[in-house]
């Protein structure tokens, strides 16, 4: 939650587009949990994982490439390096949260279909499927709104 609180100081240009969507949607009120599947742009303003890596151990043998991996081996994914992939995602260091939209149309007019809940592989930083974080990012993000910024929005 830090990071996602240091970059929208740094880009004034974000926290505003996030203070009009979280103003239309929510008003004078406080942000509650249930508003969260509201604000989509809210749930999008994510650039660094909270962890840079996490594991699992391998259900079965396998091959990745050409390292044999034995059942039951820990493995561990670099999250970090995921999220960072320039062949995945234009400019990956950019902080720019309409990435993390449901849809945005890429510079090769494809569209990224991204989302969290562990079915794209290229954005995991709360993990995937029936393991990942349950709280994630948006709890903290919402809560720190509340409190500091509440006569901000």
Sequence with gaps: MQWAVVELINHLNIFNKLRVEIKSVVGSRLVEESDVGNLPYLQAVILHPPVPLSTRESRQACKIKEFDIPKKTAV??????????PELWDNPDDFRPERFLSHEEKADGEMNQNETRGQNYQYVPFGSGRRRCPAQIWQPLVEYFNCCHGSML
């Design 76 to 85: 561990a994914i670099n999250q970090y390096a995921i999220m960072r992939d």
